[in-house]
T-cell receptor
Framework: KAGVTQTPRYLIKTRGQQVTLSCSPI?????VSWYQQTPGQGLQFLFE???????NKGNFPGRFSGRQFSNSRSEMNVSTLELGDSALYLC?????????????FGPGTRLTVL | EDKVVQSPLSLVVHEGDTVTLNCSYE??????LLWYKQEKKAPTFLFML????IEKKSGRLSSILDKKELFSILNITATQTGDSAIYLC???????????FGKGTRLHILP
Protein backbone atom coordinates (compact mmCIF):
# COMPACT_ATOMS: atom_id res chain seq x y z
CA LYS A 1 0.00 0.00 0.00
CA ALA A 2 1.47 3.36 -0.96
CA GLY A 3 2.13 5.78 1.88
CA VAL A 4 1.06 9.37 2.24
CA THR A 5 2.38 11.51 -0.60
CA GLN A 6 2.85 15.23 -0.66
CA THR A 7 3.56 17.50 -3.60
CA PRO A 8 5.56 19.43 -4.30
CA ARG A 9 8.47 18.46 -2.03
CA TYR A 10 10.06 21.89 -2.27
CA LEU A 11 8.65 25.30 -2.99
CA ILE A 12 10.19 28.76 -3.08
CA LYS A 13 7.89 31.77 -3.10
CA THR A 14 8.17 35.48 -2.40
CA ARG A 15 6.28 37.52 0.15
CA GLY A 16 2.74 38.32 -0.83
CA GLN A 17 2.32 35.35 -3.11
CA GLN A 18 0.03 32.46 -2.44
CA VAL A 19 0.76 28.75 -2.46
CA THR A 20 -1.18 25.49 -2.67
CA LEU A 21 0.16 22.25 -1.24
CA SER A 22 -1.29 18.85 -1.97
CA CYS A 23 -1.60 15.69 0.08
CA SER A 24 -2.76 12.25 -1.01
CA PRO A 25 -3.61 10.00 1.96
CA ILE A 26 -3.18 6.28 2.18
CA UNK A 27 -5.86 4.52 0.17
CA UNK A 28 -8.96 4.07 2.31
CA UNK A 29 -8.02 6.71 4.85
CA UNK A 30 -10.62 9.41 5.27
CA UNK A 31 -8.96 11.80 7.69
CA VAL A 32 -6.21 14.20 6.67
CA SER A 33 -4.45 16.52 9.09
CA TRP A 34 -2.00 19.30 8.30
CA TYR A 35 0.89 20.45 10.48
CA GLN A 36 3.52 23.13 10.30
CA GLN A 37 6.99 22.23 11.55
CA THR A 38 9.50 24.98 12.33
CA PRO A 39 12.77 24.63 14.27
CA GLY A 40 11.70 26.92 17.06
CA GLN A 41 8.03 25.96 17.39
CA GLY A 42 8.05 22.24 16.75
CA LEU A 43 4.99 20.65 15.23
CA GLN A 44 1.90 22.84 15.16
CA PHE A 45 -1.54 21.64 14.16
CA LEU A 46 -3.20 23.51 11.31
CA PHE A 47 -6.44 21.66 10.60
CA GLU A 48 -8.05 18.30 10.07
CA UNK A 49 -10.45 17.19 7.39
CA UNK A 50 -12.72 14.21 7.43
CA UNK A 51 -15.15 13.34 4.64
CA UNK A 52 -14.64 16.73 3.00
CA UNK A 53 -15.48 18.61 6.22
CA UNK A 54 -13.08 20.54 8.43
CA UNK A 55 -13.34 18.85 11.82
CA ASN A 56 -10.66 20.64 13.82
CA LYS A 57 -8.70 23.83 13.41
CA GLY A 58 -5.52 25.02 15.04
CA ASN A 59 -4.58 28.54 16.00
CA PHE A 60 -3.50 29.92 12.63
CA PRO A 61 -4.67 33.07 10.82
CA GLY A 62 -7.29 32.94 8.11
CA ARG A 63 -4.56 33.12 5.45
CA PHE A 64 -4.23 29.39 6.00
CA SER A 65 -7.06 27.38 4.53
CA GLY A 66 -7.67 23.92 3.25
CA ARG A 67 -10.12 21.59 1.66
CA GLN A 68 -10.66 17.91 1.09
CA PHE A 69 -12.00 16.27 -2.02
CA SER A 70 -14.34 13.32 -2.34
CA ASN A 71 -11.37 11.01 -2.93
CA SER A 72 -9.90 12.19 0.43
CA ARG A 73 -7.05 14.07 -1.22
CA SER A 74 -6.48 17.37 0.52
CA GLU A 75 -5.03 20.73 -0.40
CA MET A 76 -3.74 23.45 1.84
CA ASN A 77 -3.59 27.05 0.69
CA VAL A 78 -1.63 29.92 2.18
CA SER A 79 -2.37 33.38 0.84
CA THR A 80 -0.34 36.57 1.19
CA LEU A 81 2.77 34.68 2.22
CA GLU A 82 4.97 36.08 4.99
CA LEU A 83 8.61 35.28 5.75
CA GLY A 84 7.49 33.47 8.91
CA ASP A 85 5.52 30.99 6.83
CA SER A 86 8.77 29.32 5.79
CA ALA A 87 8.52 25.84 7.28
CA LEU A 88 8.07 22.17 6.61
CA TYR A 89 4.38 21.41 6.08
CA LEU A 90 3.41 17.89 7.00
CA CYS A 91 0.29 16.01 6.13
CA UNK A 92 -0.89 12.94 8.02
CA UNK A 93 -3.69 10.54 7.22
CA UNK A 94 -5.67 8.17 9.38
CA UNK A 95 -8.56 5.84 8.82
CA UNK A 96 -11.00 7.73 11.00
CA UNK A 97 -10.96 10.95 12.92
CA UNK A 98 -10.69 9.82 16.52
CA UNK A 99 -7.73 10.80 18.63
CA UNK A 100 -6.98 7.14 19.16
CA UNK A 101 -6.32 6.44 15.51
CA UNK A 102 -2.79 5.94 14.19
CA UNK A 103 -1.59 8.74 11.96
CA UNK A 104 0.68 8.16 9.01
CA PHE A 105 2.82 11.10 8.06
CA GLY A 106 3.94 12.15 4.60
CA PRO A 107 7.48 13.35 3.81
CA GLY A 108 6.47 17.00 3.96
CA THR A 109 6.66 20.03 1.67
CA ARG A 110 9.49 22.45 2.42
CA LEU A 111 8.22 25.98 1.78
CA THR A 112 10.71 28.84 1.65
CA VAL A 113 9.38 32.38 1.51
CA LEU A 114 11.87 34.99 0.31
CA GLU B 1 14.72 2.51 2.50
CA ASP B 2 14.71 4.89 5.45
CA LYS B 3 12.53 3.74 8.31
CA VAL B 4 11.67 4.44 11.93
CA VAL B 5 10.27 1.64 14.07
CA GLN B 6 8.72 2.12 17.47
CA SER B 7 8.03 -0.55 20.05
CA PRO B 8 5.90 -1.61 21.66
CA LEU B 9 2.95 -0.53 19.54
CA SER B 10 0.80 -0.34 22.63
CA LEU B 11 1.34 -0.55 26.34
CA VAL B 12 -0.98 -0.65 29.36
CA VAL B 13 0.46 -0.06 32.83
CA HIS B 14 -0.75 1.07 36.24
CA GLU B 15 -0.28 4.52 37.66
CA GLY B 16 3.09 4.84 39.36
CA ASP B 17 4.83 2.37 37.06
CA THR B 18 7.87 3.32 34.99
CA VAL B 19 7.72 2.78 31.24
CA THR B 20 10.36 2.70 28.52
CA LEU B 21 9.40 3.36 24.93
CA ASN B 22 11.74 2.40 22.14
CA CYS B 23 12.54 3.94 18.78
CA SER B 24 14.98 2.40 16.34
CA TYR B 25 15.89 3.81 12.98
CA GLU B 26 17.64 2.94 9.76
CA UNK B 27 18.31 6.09 7.81
CA UNK B 28 21.07 7.78 5.92
CA UNK B 29 22.14 11.33 6.65
CA UNK B 30 20.73 11.45 10.15
CA UNK B 31 20.25 14.97 11.53
CA UNK B 32 18.18 14.60 14.70
CA LEU B 33 15.62 12.44 16.48
CA LEU B 34 12.43 13.93 17.86
CA TRP B 35 9.90 12.69 20.40
CA TYR B 36 6.30 13.91 20.50
CA LYS B 37 3.30 13.25 22.71
CA GLN B 38 -0.02 13.11 20.91
CA GLU B 39 -3.15 13.32 23.03
CA LYS B 40 -5.70 14.71 20.67
CA LYS B 41 -4.75 15.64 17.14
CA ALA B 42 -1.78 17.91 17.70
CA PRO B 43 1.47 16.27 18.76
CA THR B 44 3.32 18.13 21.48
CA PHE B 45 7.06 18.38 21.14
CA LEU B 46 8.99 16.64 23.92
CA PHE B 47 12.67 16.29 22.99
CA MET B 48 15.13 16.75 20.18
CA LEU B 49 18.25 14.57 20.32
CA UNK B 50 21.28 15.03 18.16
CA UNK B 51 24.20 13.66 20.18
CA UNK B 52 24.76 10.18 21.54
CA UNK B 53 24.76 9.49 25.25
CA ILE B 54 23.44 12.84 26.44
CA GLU B 55 20.26 12.40 28.43
CA LYS B 56 17.58 15.02 28.10
CA LYS B 57 15.17 15.43 31.00
CA SER B 58 11.90 17.19 31.51
CA GLY B 59 10.19 16.39 34.79
CA ARG B 60 9.36 12.71 34.86
CA LEU B 61 10.31 12.26 31.21
CA SER B 62 13.79 11.58 29.93
CA SER B 63 15.29 10.45 26.67
CA ILE B 64 18.63 9.34 25.32
CA LEU B 65 20.04 8.60 21.89
CA ASP B 66 22.50 5.91 20.82
CA LYS B 67 23.81 6.77 17.37
CA LYS B 68 26.01 3.70 17.21
CA GLU B 69 23.16 1.24 17.80
CA LEU B 70 20.65 3.54 16.05
CA PHE B 71 17.99 3.81 18.69
CA SER B 72 16.50 6.08 21.29
CA ILE B 73 14.46 5.45 24.41
CA LEU B 74 11.88 7.59 26.14
CA ASN B 75 11.45 6.92 29.85
CA ILE B 76 8.51 8.01 31.93
CA THR B 77 8.78 7.49 35.67
CA ALA B 78 5.94 7.52 38.24
CA THR B 79 3.38 7.47 35.44
CA GLN B 80 0.09 9.31 35.81
CA THR B 81 -3.21 8.92 33.94
CA GLY B 82 -2.41 12.16 32.14
CA ASP B 83 0.52 10.42 30.49
CA SER B 84 -1.93 8.33 28.45
CA ALA B 85 -1.26 9.27 24.83
CA ILE B 86 0.39 8.18 21.63
CA TYR B 87 4.13 8.81 21.72
CA LEU B 88 5.65 9.53 18.34
CA CYS B 89 9.28 9.25 17.34
CA UNK B 90 10.54 10.99 14.21
CA UNK B 91 13.93 11.28 12.53
CA UNK B 92 15.04 14.31 10.55
CA UNK B 93 17.39 13.76 7.65
CA UNK B 94 19.92 16.10 6.13
CA UNK B 95 19.28 14.56 2.74
CA UNK B 96 16.15 15.78 1.00
CA UNK B 97 15.23 17.67 4.16
CA UNK B 98 12.90 14.83 5.10
CA UNK B 99 11.31 13.86 8.36
CA UNK B 100 10.19 10.28 8.92
CA PHE B 101 7.74 9.34 11.64
CA GLY B 102 7.33 6.03 13.39
CA LYS B 103 3.84 4.64 13.89
CA GLY B 104 3.80 5.57 17.54
CA THR B 105 3.42 3.76 20.85
CA ARG B 106 -0.05 3.95 22.34
CA LEU B 107 0.36 4.23 26.12
CA HIS B 108 -2.56 3.78 28.47
CA ILE B 109 -2.17 4.38 32.19
CA LEU B 110 -4.71 2.69 34.46
CA PRO B 111 -5.66 4.52 37.67
Amino acid sequence: KAGVTQTPRYLIKTRGQQVTLSCSPISGHRSVSWYQQTPGQGLQFLFEYFSETQRNKGNFPGRFSGRQFSNSRSEMNVSTLELGDSALYLCASSLWTTSTDTQYFGPGTRLTVL
Amino acid sequence: EDKVVQSPLSLVVHEGDTVTLNCSYEVTNFRSLLWYKQEKKAPTFLFMLTSSGIEKKSGRLSSILDKKELFSILNITATQTGDSAIYLCAVELNRDDKIIFGKGTRLHILP
